[in-house]
RNA sequence: GCGGGCGUGAUGGAAUGGUAGACAUACCAGACUUAAAAUCUGUUGGGCGUAUGCCCGUGUGGGUUCGACUCCCACCGCCCGCACCA
């Protein structure tokens, strides 16, 4: 008997799934649709295990539903902008577009291999003319809709990568990307108004059931929305123009309790003063420049300048406050200003003791408790607490009702307004780089900026450019910038400035739906395919990526791009966890850690019996030399033993940890499989077909709890079942007839996860067709029932004994003989049961 | 600091409130073999016992329940996200 050949088989089924064209999507009424997407990768040039683990789950699903009668779209495409293709080019010398386009030919090369179901006729990459074009026109909409704008402002620069970035970009004041520590500039950007959609992207959250409950947490905690009061100080003797200081506050009602007010250095009062006041200047110079780590604003000491001025209080105009200007007021949030109270809060708290200010309780735990405070009072705000004085009748009050009593009392009086504020900041999309779509507007000097005419789309980017100096090379092009105005015809420049790859990624799900159309979108087409059914990708795409394509698939409906039926991309969401390695790691002369390839390694030692130290499990990374490369693995075992390996063992949530022996075990078994489905096949079929009720039973039970696993995400309990199904398959001892048909099944059970090995047996077993379009098996719950059934019985809840009785008989008859069971009866000792409960099919507890 | 999640054999992990440890790995033993590989079979939570069997056991302590890995409370440990957000 020949032995199982992934290389032969797996290059086959590939062909004939290819020639017989079952992947490509085309609209279908008489079929539900069905579309399932897995993140696009950025050609980075070789894939990963990572890929591996990400597009087999979503094949299992494409596969499934396939099987199951639906319209399948499975696209696959390209997140082809971006840095690293342009820092290629800097250390190499060749030209990003080569550089992507070679990497983007490499990786599809790799990933064919792996057998996935998808619709190749779909690719694109978002580099390409035809794809950014479409972008540019979308850009023009959004911009006519009031979607998109400019303005001047105070924006993240990142020194490193020379560019812009966007808020939700800068991780503990670093770059993303490059690690640089961000810098503060005033630059004019073009800005996405996402935060006009704040409560709609905040509310929907709440219809994003198949959604992971972290991921929209994480959002909700990013859009950030509070409700306070706002409101504003008299200021006395203020500079010109400046007779108040707004302030916003979360906690009104520890007004009373203020005692100074702070503002940010780049508040338009500090920046006022600082031109007059060399030492304010000094002090502000020094606040910006601060790194904002989490260590550096962990240690940074809560500093004020005094500027000398005071302000009224809004309830006693007597009563007045120190004007700080502060190190830790950000101009970014709120009004740039705030009151303090020290009382109750605990960096008021030390600001104040600091600076010498009064620690006035507004509320204390008791009417008799001593007001003078060691530390900041902080109730939660739904503990009732004692008001030294109330704003609404009762002082006895949690911190919620006084907040509202005290928004109704100022709004009354004319003090300020309730106001609901949101932390989402608009989403800055210039970055002064060449390898990502232009923005397509002229600044002319008699128009301004001027939207380019949606005829001259796309606007291209330039090949003949350079990178042998750091910035734009678009800025520097001999001619590319210079252009026509195209109100006026004048004499123009070209916005040099091209956009985030965010963009790009933001509407690439819908342009699937129809990749080649001349407008971004076509309504039929994105109709019936959208909403994304099945998204799947990493947990590091939770804000990011996912808030802004929320953004985008709202914009588009405003724009026309989307049918107004849409809402939110993508219906369901799964983040699946990554594939992880041991490290093995030695140490140098100077006691520095060396890593070494798994590969290298042999029982714990290398080549020249060197023991190295196991350092337990991480993300594969090249630094730390644990990466395993799913080419090797597809070399060496083929495909589906990588696809079943990054399924089985792991929840799919979760990390899972490649190691030798479970890759070399998920192929022996495929290989045990082949192996068994052979003997059946080559086995004469007999005249009667002996059937074998615990087979029949395992292969109903198998049907059940895998069509169930696959739709669930519960890949690694399917596969068990899969295990226990092959394990009875092999011993049973029925006919050939009822061991093909049970082999045929779990041919069709596997296909999802090993789709090549399935049509090798599926063929071998005389299956008619493919079996990637043969109908789904469906289980039957009688036949996955024993005739009788073994029922643990317990005494006082501790399992004693098991009878066995027929599955359908009646609660007293399983009851009585239970109590007449040898165990149970040595526990009655003569006595009767205070209780007995019988779960039908379950289980029996005796209490005695 | 705020928010969220997770703690089960040597290991990855199963388990609608109903036989804890499915399935796999690893280990051990056996069959086949001149031998090895491959394959097949069996054992494996801890303890006591010749044995029918008994006791303990899902991070710790308590609670609800006939019955708790599962629900509730407190604590311990680990992981993740956000964070000078007023």
């Known amino acids: 008997m020949p032995r199982y050949s992934a290389a032969e088989i797996e290059a086959n089924w590939q062909k004939a799934w290819d020639e017989a064209g079952i992947f490509r999507a085309e609209p279908d009424p008489s079929r539900p649709k069905y579309y399932v997407l897995e993140m696009f990768p950025y050609p980075s040039g070789r894939i990963h295990m990572g890929h591996v683990r990400n597009y087999t789950m979503g094949d299992v699903i494409a596969r499934h539903k396939l099987a199951t009668g639906h319209n399948v779209l499975h696209p696959m495409g390209w997140d082809a902008f971006g840095m690293p293709a342009e820092n290629a080019a800097m250390a190499s010398g060749g030209h990003p577009k080569d550089w992507t386009y070679q990497n983007i030919a490499d990786m599809r090369a790799q990933m064919k291999p792996l057998g996935l179901s998808i619709d190749w006729s779909r690719e694109f990459a978002t580099c390409d003319p035809e794809y950014y074009g479409q972008q540019q026109a979308l850009f023009l909409d959004m911009l006519e809709a009031g979607l998109v704008y400019r303005k001047n402002a105070v924006v993240n620069w990142d020194p490193v990568d020379m560019t812009v970035l966007a808020n939700e970009q800068v991780e503990n004041g670093k770059g993303w990307r490059s690690g640089a520590e961000v810098e503060r500039r005033e630059l004019t950007q073009w800005f996405f108004a996402i935060s006009d959609m704040a409560e709609e992207l905040l509310e929907a959250l709440d219809t994003l059931d198949d959604w992971p409950a972290k991921v929209r947490l994480m959002q909700e905690n990013w859009i950030g929305k509070s409700r306070g009061l706002q409101f504003a100080f008299g200021l006395n003797d203020g500079p010109e123009n400046f007779d108040r200081i707004e302030v916003y506050t979360t906690r009104p009602d520890t007004l009373l309790g203020a005692s100074f007010v702070a503002v940010s250095p780049d508040h338009p009062l500090a920046k006022y003063l600082e031109k007059d006041n060399v030492d304010l200047a000094a002090f502000s110079a020094e606040c910006r420049k601060g790194g904002t780590t989490e260590e550096a604003l962990e240690k940074a000491e809560k500093r004020g300048y005094d500027t000398g001025l005071t302000v009224r209080h809004p309830f006693d105009t007597s009563w007045e406050l120190p004007v700080y200007v502060a190190n830790f007021v950000l101009m970014e949030y709120g009004t740039g200003a705030i009151f303090g109270c020290p009382a109750h809060d605990q960096r008021d708290f030390d600001f104040a003791t600091k600076y010498g200010l009064p620690i006035i309780p507004a509320f204390l735990p008791a009417e008799d408790a001593d007001p003078h405070l060691t530390e900041a009072y902080v109730p939660p705000k739904t503990e009732p607490v004692h008001y030294v004085s109330s704003f609404a009748g009762d002082t ?32 800055g999309l210039s970055r002064q780089r060449y390898w990502g779509c232009p923005i397509p507007v002229v600044h002319c000097d008699a128009c301004g900026v001027v939207p380019e ?20 090379p678009l800025d520097r092009h001999p001619t590319w910038r210079h252009t026509s105005c195209p109100a006026c015809g004048a004499d123009a420049r070209r916005e040099t400035d091209t956009m985030d790859t965010f963009v790009d990624s933001s509407w690439y799900y819908v342009r699937f739906t129809a990749p080649r159309a001349d ?28 808030l802004y394509s929320r953004f985008f698939a709202r914009a588009m409906k405003v724009t026309g791009h989307l049918p107004s039926s849409a809402v939110e991309p993508f219906n369901a969401l799964f983040t699946q966890g990554m594939v992880t390695h041991e490290i093995y790691q030695t140490k140098d002369a100077k006691g ?34 644990n990466v395993v490369d799913p080419i090797g693995i597809i070399e060496a075992y083929g495909a589906d033993t990588a696809r079943w390996f990054v399924l089985s063992d792991s929840p799919p949530e979760r990390d899972v940890e490649w ?24 086995g004469v079929a007999s005249a009667s077909p002996d059937s074998d009720d615990a087979l029949l039973r395992e292969m109903h039970k198998a049907i059940h709890d895998v069509s169930t696993g696959v739709e669930s995400f519960g890949f690694n309990a399917a596969i068990a079942r899969l295990y226990a199904f092959t394990g009875v398959l092999a011993k049973s001892e029925a006919g050939t007839q ?17 789709p090549h090995l399935a049509e090798e047996l599926w063929h071998m077993l005389g299956g008619e067709g493919l079996i990637a379009t043969a109908p789904w098996p469906v289980a039957d ?68």
């Open 396 to 427: 006895w009050q949690t911190g919620a009702e006084a907040i509202d009593a005290t928004i109704d009392f100022c709004e009354a009086n004319g003090v300020g307004q309730g106001v609901t504020k949101y932390r989402l900041r608009d989403w």
């Open 781 to 848: 719950p009688a036949m996955m029932k024993d005739d009788t059934v073994t029922l643990p019985v317990q005494i006082n809840g501790k399992r004693r004994t098991e009878i066995q009785v027929p599955q359908d008989m009646p609660k007293d008859e399983v009851e009585a003989i239970a109590l007449a069971t040898e165990a149970v009866q040595r526990a009655l000792d003569g006595g009767q049961p205070k209780k007995v409960i019988v779960v039908p099919g379950r289980i029996v507890n005796v209490v005695v």
């Open 592 to 625: 520095r850690p060396v890593y070494h390839l798994p590969e290298d390694v042999t029982d714990g030692r290398l080549a020249d019996g060197t023991e190295v130290e196991i350092i337990p499990t991480a993300k594969m990374s090249k630094s730390k030399k």
């Open 659 to 682: 190691t030798a022996a479970g890759a070399e075990a998920a192929h022996k078994h495929l290989a045990r499989v082949w192996r068994i489905a052979s003997e059946i096949a080559e």
């Open 738 to 754: 009822a061991k093909r048909e049970a082999a045929r099944t779990l041919a069709q059970l596997m296909s999802p996860m090993t």
């Open 453 to 472: 005419k949606k005829e001259h789309l796309p606007i291209r980017l330039p090949d003949d450019v350079t990178f042998d100096i750091p910035g734009n």
């Open 519 to 546: 407008t971004p979108t076509e309504l039929a087409a994105a109709d019936y395919w959208m909403n994304v059914d099945q998204y799947i990708g990493g947990v590091e795409h939770a804000i990011l990526h996912l």
